[in-house]
C-alpha cells in the first residue's frame, strides 16, 4: 500500500534551534501534502496545505514565516520550524494525498515527528 | 462550536463488551467521513470510511445521518487490543476538489481484562 515516510521520528533540541521535518511519499506522486499538529490529549490540528510547485496555504492563526513549509518536488514536503522555542514542542504529521485513491482513502500519514525543545 | 464533536470519553469497558461512540458536524457541505484510530503517541490510521447506507468490517459497524449531522461508530466483542483513541473525522467537500480533513478531538478507549 501506498507509504509515507517522515523523518526524523524525534527530535531533541536547544531553544533557538531551526529544525527541518521531511516528508516523502514513498511508492505514490503526491501533488498536495497536509502538516498537522498536535498536542498531548489533544486532536489534530492542520497547519498547513502544500502543494507542490507553489506556496503553502496556512491555516488561521499558523505563522507562515515561523513555519516554513517548501513542496520542490511531487514526492517531498519539508517543513522548517524556525527558531524554536518550548512551546513549539508538539507532535508534527505530515499526510499526502494521492488522487489516484479517491475518496476511500483520502490521504495517507507520516509516522509523525515528536520534536521536544528544551 | 467546533467542526467536529466526539464524546469525551473515556470509555473504559471489559472485554467483549460493546461501546459505541457519537460525533456531531457542523458542516452540512461535508461530503465524507471516517474514523480513524490513533495509538499513543503514533500516527492516525485509517479504521473506516462511513458510507450513508451504513457499512460493517468484521466487529466495527459505521453510521452516518446526514440529516442530523451524525456519525456513529459500533465496536462489538471489544479486545484489549481495540484500546486507542478514535478519531471522527470529516471531509469539509469534495477530495477532489481540495477538501481537507477535520479531526475531532478523539475519544480513548480502553478495553480491561
Known amino acids: 500500500g501506498a507509504v509515507v515516510s517522515q523523518h526524523p521520528s524525534w527530535v531533541i533540541c536547544k531553544s533557538g534551534t531551526s529544525v527541518k521535518i521531511e516528508c516523502r511519499s514513498l511508492?505514490?506522486?503526491?501533488?498536495?501534502m497536509f502538516w498537522y499538529r498536535q498536542f498531548p490529549k489533544q486532536s489534530l490540528m492542520l497547519m498547513a496545505t502544500s502543494n507542490e510547485g507553489s506556496k503553502a496555504t496556512y491555516e488561521q492563526g499558523v505563522e507562515k514565516d515561523k513555519f516554513l513549509i517548501n513542496h520542490a518536488s511531487l514526492t517531498l514536503s519539508t517543513l522548517t520550524v524556525t527558531s524554536a522555542h518550548p512551546e513549539d514542542s508538539s507532535f508534527y504529521i505530515c499526510?499526502?494525498?494521492?488522487?489516484?485513491?479517491?475518496?476511500?482513502?483520502?490521504?495517507?500519514f507520516g509516522d509523525g515527528t515528536r520534536l521536544s525543545i528544551l | 462550536r467546533k467542526e467536529v464533536e466526539q464524546d469525551p470519553g473515556p470509555f473504559n469497558v471489559p472485554e467483549g463488551a460493546t461501546v459505541a461512540f457519537n460525533c456531531t458536524y457542523s458542516n452540512s457541505a461535508s461530503q465524507s467521513f471516517f474514523w480513524y484510530r490513533q495509538d499513543c503517541r503514533k500516527e492516525p490510521k485509517l479504521l473506516m470510511s462511513v458510507y450513508s447506507s451504513g457499512n460493517e468490517d468484521g466487529r466495527f459497524t459505521a453510521q452516518l445521518n446526514r440529516a442530523s449531522q451524525y456519525i456513529s461508530l459500533l465496536i462489538r466483542d471489544s479486545k484489549l487490543s481495540d484500546s486507542a483513541t478514535y478519531l471522527c473525522?470529516?471531509?469539509?467537500?469534495?477530495?477532489?476538489?481540495?477538501?481537507?480533513?477535520?479531526f475531532g478531538q478523539g475519544t480513548e478507549l480502553s478495553v480491561k481484562p
Open positions: 511508492d505514490f506522486q503526491a501533488t498536495t
Open positions: 499526510s499526502a494525498r494521492d488522487l489516484g485513491a479517491g475518496e476511500l482513502q483520502p490521504q495517507h
Open positions: 473525522v470529516v471531509n469539509s467537500w469534495p477530495y477532489n476538489q481540495g477538501g481537507k480533513l477535520i
